[in-house]
């Protein structure tokens, strides 16, 4: 009962902070029309945290449930990402074919159904084709939040409304293991799954009476299906935005490699409880926030492209030291330190990155959103089923493949401010 309480202190911490935001914009929404927009974008983001985080500390239970080792319920963690990366592809040119509205809520329907099912599987097989429908669900919802934001603002005033969306979804990623810690204590690790159907049923509630009545009226694209091709083919053509995807693919494998195998890391490694396991995974979060908060003041004296470069070198520094530690046997204090800076600095990367991604596509903005998408999920997701499937799974492989990626990433931003330029300089 009280490793119960104790959970249920975090979460009620972490919801109190919640309330706290929603009030704060409840009282100020006839001011502050982007904290109204990023609070609702933020919530609608947070269901992709929520669907891979929560069900971490449940790992060890759906192993033994459905009669399979630890590594191979990651293949449900892959299998979503992966998913949710491809179906991208799609619902970002219906996203601007048919409007944000119908393809969000499409897939926080299909989500929900897909969340249900989970919840009901049995075996392995079935749990990997559930979580198969929920990415379809979530990648139709992660494809419209970036979209939704280019029809809004650009430029410097998307990196600033994309870092406070990140803000407030910061949330969710700290709550979810602590939640579906309380879900373990209270049942089992299917009423996670419930929860989280529970949740999109909310947000399609919330986005109907809230979000799209104040969102600018928006004429959906009439390029036929055969022309949405040709559209990729503008996005991938153009260098400058290609940089910044693959920054955005490199950063995002090296942040889910550490969250497919975090569950092993603390809790088989290191032999951590549920609860350490979460509040350790929160401070991740905490990092994130916290940079987030100090990215917003230095786009008044810097670029966000010039904060990009600066960030993810800060990054693969880190990373540099995770396996100086993890080689020499440091503590786990250390170890866990170089892996929240490292993770942290997606909080400042993420915002940064994607304002540039999507500056040059104003008219195309759902499908060069769902390119992203389709990139950094569908690669990362590749790389961590490599990851969970291969034979010998260590602590320092671990950390070797996480530098591996964030070192692609800084090659790529040397050369992101002098791209950029240029390519504003040609009108490109």
């Given at each position: ?5 104790g ?54 239970d ?8 630890h ?28 409007g ?74 700290a ?46 694209t ?10 990729y ?37 290191y ?30 004296r ?127």
């Open positions: 009962m009280d490793h119960a309480r959970i249920s202190e975090n979460t009620h911490g972490l919801m109190k902070y919640a309330t706290v935001l929603l009030g704060f914009y409840l009282s100020r929404r006839s001011l502050l029309s982007h904290l109204h927009l990023a609070i609702l974008l933020g919530m609608t983001v947070a269901l992709g945290p929520l669907a891979l985080d929560a069900y971490l500390p449940a790992f060890p759906i192993a033994d449930g459905l009669g399979v080792d590594g191979h319920v990651g293949l449900t963690l892959s299998a979503y990402v992966t998913t949710l990366g491809l179906a991208q592809l799609v619902g970002g040119p219906l996203s601007d074919r048919y944000r509205k119908p393809v969000l809520f499409g897939g926080l329907l299909i989500f929900m159904a897909g969340a249900v099912m989970v919840s009901l599987a049995d075996t392995l097989s079935d749990m990997v084709f559930w979580r198969i429908a929920q990415g379809i669900g979530g990648a139709f919802c992660a494809v419209s939040v970036p979209a939704i934001v280019r029809d809004e603002v650009s430029g410097q005033d998307a990196a600033r409304l994309f870092g406070l969306i990140g803000l407030i979804m910061f949330i969710a990623p709550a979810a293991p602590s939640l579906g810690s309380l879900m373990l204590a209270l049942g089992e690790w299917h009423w996670i799954f419930l929860m989280l159907a529970g949740y999109a049923a909310f947000l399609v509630l919330t986005l109907q009476l809230a979000l799209f009545p104040r969102l600018q009226p928006r004429t959906p009439t390029t036929p299906i055969r022309s949405l091709v040709t559209n083919l503008l996005v991938l053509k153009h260098k400058t935005t290609m940089r910044f995807i693959g920054i955005q693919v490199l950063c995002f494998s090296t942040m889910l490699l550490f969250i497919t195998h975090s569950s092993f890391i603390y809790q088989e490694w032999g951590l409880s549920n609860s350490t396991f979460a509040l350790l995974f929160a401070a991740n979060i905490a990092f994130m926030a916290a940079l987030n908060l100090t990215n917003r003041p230095l786009l008044r810097f670029s966000s492209v010039q904060l990009v470069r600066a960030q993810v070198i800060a990054q693969c520094l880190a990373l540099v030291a995770l396996v100086a530690s993890v080689q020499f046997q440091g503590p786990l204090w250390l170890v866990a330190g170089c892996i929240i800076v490292a993770i942290g600095c997606q909080g400042g990367i993420v915002p940064n990155n994607m304002a540039n991604a999507m500056e040059f596509f104003p008219n195309l903005s759902g499908t060069a959103a769902a390119l992203l998408g389709a990139s950094q999920f569908t690669i990362a997701g590749a790389v961590s089923t490599l990851s969970s499937v291969s034979g010998d799974q260590t602590l320092l492989s671990i950390a070797v493949s996480m530098l591996a990626c964030s070192s692609g990433a800084v090659l790529l931003a040397l050369g992101a401010p002098r791209a950029v330029a240029l390519a504003k300089e040609s009108g490109l």
